[in-house]
Each structure stands twice: as structure tokens, then as C-alpha cells.
């Protein structure tokens, strides 16, 4: 896994299929749930997506908004596995 490839991956899940405007220039560190781009449904979602694509488990006390908030923090965690 690249985390460049991820990244752009993950990047383009949320902005097509979570906010639904794949024109967002969302940034690494921005806050997406804390910023009100994304609401927890939307963060079930991703977690679902991101466990199907990169075949890992993240245990619904990950899925938080301190520890899924930023693209950053989203990559570094699947990178972790």
C-alpha cells in the first residue's frame, strides 16, 4: 500500500461519496466531521469502505471524530492496519 494512492483514494471517497462535491479541495489536515462536512453516519460509511477496500478492521470505538477527523489522521490509520 502507498500512502499517496490511499490518500488520493480516501480523498476522492469523501468528496464524491460523502459530501457529494468531488470539486472540495479538501486539505490533509482539515476537520471533517468537526467542520460539519461529514456527520457520524457518513463516518460508519468510510469506516465500512475503508475495511472493504484495505481489508482491516477498525473496532466502532475507532471510529471517532479525535481519532478520524483529518485525512491525515484517516491514512496513518489505515497504514497501522
Do not use: H, W
Not at 499517496?4 to 472540495?24: A, K
Not at 486539505?27 to 465500512?48: R, T
Amino acid at each position: 500500500m502507498n500512502e499517496q494512492e490511499i490518500r488520493q483514494t480516501i480523498r476522492e471517497f469523501i468528496t464524491c461519496e460523502l459530501i457529494r462535491d468531488e470539486s472540495y479541495p479538501l486539505k490533509d489536515d482539515e476537520g471533517i466531521i468537526s467542520n460539519g462536512l461529514m456527520d457520524s453516519f457518513s463516518l460508519a460509511e468510510l469506516g465500512v469502505f475503508v475495511e472493504d477496500r484495505y481489508n482491516i478492521y477498525i473496532p466502532d470505538a475507532d471510529l471517532t471524530v479525535d481519532q478520524m477527523d483529518t485525512l491525515d489522521l484517516i491514512v496513518a490509520r489505515i497504514m497501522r492496519g
